[in-house]
C-alpha cells in the first residue's frame, strides 16, 4: 500500500542551523520556530518519506505527538498531501547560522558621492560575473541563509540586475531591500520589481529637498533626478524607503523633509550621520555639530509623535521605532558587539567578505578565491561576530546608563579610524545619551511605550 506523502505548502521552506531551526514563509517573511524534532520531520517528508515511515522513527510513545503535529499544519495549510517529486533540502549547518546577506553586485555608478563609503570598490573593474554569483547563490543556498540586501555601487547599472535578482528567489532566499539612488528607476523598472516574489523594499538615497542642499555632495542634477525617482516608486504598489544622510547642508531643513516623505507614503524613513573619516572630505559639510543634530532630531521625533502615520523612523542614535514596537537588544557585558550585524556578512563588488557593508578594510575572505562558508567560519570573522561588549567597552562606558542601549557603540569609528575592535564611537555616546536622558522619557510620557527588552 502506497504511503501517503504529504509536502510544505509553495511558499514554505526549511531554514536550519546547530542553534536554530525554522519554517520560513518565502512570500511574507515569516519565521516559526522549530524544535530538532519537528524540524527533522518535515526535511524527511520533503525529501520523499512516506507519513507512517517518518512516525515510526519515533517511539511508540512519541507517534500520536507527531500525528497531531502533522494534523495541525495540514489544517494550517501548511503542509498538503502531494505525488510531487522529492526535494532537495539543504541539511542543517553545522555552524552560527548565516541568516542574512548583503551582497554589493557592483562596483559601477552613475554618480560620485563625496561621502560613499563604497569608494575603495568603485570603478576598480568588472566586478563579480553572473556566473560566480550564481555560484555564490548556490551557497547561500546550501548555508540556510533567509534573506539578502542588493546594493552597489548603483545596482541598476547592472543590465542583468534581475537575472540576479531571479537566480536568488529562486534558490527560496528573499530580497528584502535593493538600494539605490532612483535616478535609474522607470515605469518598466517599476513593473519588473513588481511581479518578484519578495517584494523587495526600495531605498533611495535623498539628501535634501532642493539641488542646493543635496547636489554638492552627489552632483548637479541628483537631487531632481532622485526625487524624480522617489517619487515613481511611491506613486506605484512598491514599497518605497528613504535614506538620508545629516549634512550643514540639510540640517535645518530635515524637519520639513519629514513631512515630504510622509506625504509621499514612504514607508520608513532613516536619518543618519555621514561614514566618512574626520578630514576626509574638504568641503565640511559632514562636520555636524552633535547638539545642533540632536535639537533637530528631538524635532523630527516630536513632530513623528503627533502625526497619523504608519511611517517607520530611525534616526541614528536618537530614535528607532523598532524598538518601541518590538523592544530592544538589551546588551549585557557577555553580548556580541553588533547584534545588528551578528548574522549577517557583506560581500563587496570584487569579492571581497566583511562583518558588515561599513567595514570595507575588514577582511575576512574572498568569494573568488574560497567557498563563502569559508570566510564566514573563518578566524577573522568568528573574531568580529565573537567579540563582546566587555571586550570592547571603555572603562567609563562600563559605569555609563546608555550601555544597555548601544552595547559600546558602532565598531565602523572604531575600525576605520582608531584600527581597533576596542574603541568607541564618540558621537554614539553623546547620541545615546542624549537619547536616555531626552528622548526616552519625552517618548514614555507622550505614548506611554516603553522599550522593552527582548
Excluded at 212 to 222: L, N, P, Q
Excluded at 256 to 262: L, P
Excluded at 277 to 295: C, H, R, V
Aim: with cysteine; hydrophobic share 30%.
Amino acid at each position: 500500500m502506497t504511503e501517503t506523502q504529504l509536502r510544505l505548502t509553495d511558499g514554505y521552506f526549511l531554514k536550519g542551523g546547530n542553534d536554530e531551526y525554522v519554517l520560513f514563509h518565502f512570500d511574507e517573511e515569516e519565521t516559526q520556530q522549530l524544535t530538532v524534532n519537528q524540524y527533522e520531520v518535515l526535511r524527511q517528508l520533503q525529501q520523499g518519506t512516506g507519513v507512517g515511515s517518518v512516525v515510526e522513527t519515533f517511539d511508540p510513545d512519541s507517534r500520536d505527538h507527531v500525528r497531531e503535529f502533522l494534523e495541525f499544519l495540514r489544517e494550517e495549510g501548511v503542509l498538503h498531501e502531494s505525488e510531487s517529486p522529492p526535494e532537495e533540502v539543504p541539511p542543517p549547518v553545522d555552524m552560527p547560522r548565516l541568516k542574512f546577506a548583503h551582497l554589493d553586485i557592483t562596483e559601477g555608478c552613475n554618480i560620485a558621492c563625496t561621502h560613499c563609503y563604497q569608494e575603495p570598490y568603485l570603478h576598480q573593474g568588472e566586478g563579480l560575473s553572473m556566473d560566480r554569483i550564481r555560484r555564490l547563490v548556490n551557497e547561500l543556498y546550501w548555508m540556510n541563509v533567509e534573506s539578502v540586501i542588493i546594493s552597489g555601487g548603483e545596482p541598476f547599472t547592472r543590465p542583468d540586475l534581475f537575472d540576479i535578482i531571479d537566480s536568488i528567489e529562486e534558490r527560496y532566499i528573499r530580497i528584502q531591500d535593493i538600494l539605490t539612488n532612483g535616478m535609474l528607476i522607470t515605469e518598466e523598472t517599476i513593473e519588473a520589481i513588481r511581479t518578484l516574489r519578495s517584494s523587495p523594499n526600495i531605498v533611495i538615497s535623498l539628501n535634501g529637498l532642493t539641488p542646493d542642499s543635496d547636489d554638492a555632495i552627489r552632483g548637479e542634477g541628483t537631487n531632481e533626478a532622485c526625487r524624480r525617482g522617489l517619487e515613481r516608486v511611491a506613486d506605484s504598489e512598491v514599497e518605497a524607503h528613504v535614506c538620508s544622510v545629516a549634512t550643514t547642508l540639510n540640517l535645518e531643513e530635515l524637519p520639513e523633509m519629514y513631512d515630504y516623505v510622509t506625504d509621499l507614503g514612504v514607508s520608513r524613513w532613516r536619518i543618519g550621520l555621514a561614514q566618512v573619516e574626520p578630514d576626509a572630505t574638504d568641503d565640511g559639510y559632514f562636520e555636524i555639530d552633535l547638539e545642533e543634530y540632536q535639537s533637530v532630531g528631538k524635532e523630527i521625533v516630536e513632530k513623528h509623535l503627533e502625526t497619523d502615520t504608519e511611517m517607520s523612523l530611525n534616526v541614528e542614535g536618537l530614535f528607532k521605532q523598532e524598538v518601541f514596537e518590538f523592544g530592544y537588544s538589551e546588551y549585557e557585558p557577555d553580548s556580541t558587539i553588533c547584534r545588528y550585524n551578528e548574522r549577517s556578512c557583506c560581500v563587496k563588488p570584487d569579492g571581497t567578505v566583511t562583518p558588515c557593508t561599513l567595514l570595507h578594510d575588514y577582511d575576512c575572505g574572498d568569494v573568488t578565491e574560497e567557498r563563502l562558508e569559508e570566510a564566514w567560519t573563518g578566524e577573522a570573522m568568528r573574531e568580529f561576530k565573537g567579540t563582546t561588549v566587555s571586550e570592547v567597552a571603555p572603562d567609563d562606558c562600563r559605569t555609563c546608563d546608555a550601555l544597555e542601549y548601544c552595547g559600546g557603540g558602532c565598531r565602523w569609528w572604531s575600525w576605520n579610524v582608531d584600527e581597533t575592535l576596542a574603541g568607541r564611537d564618540p558621537r554614539f555616546c553623546q547620541n545615546m545619551q542624549y537619547f536616555v536622558d531626552e528622548i526616552l522619557p519625552m517618548v514614555e510620557e507622550r505614548t506611554g511605550m516603553e522599550p522593552t527588552p527582548l
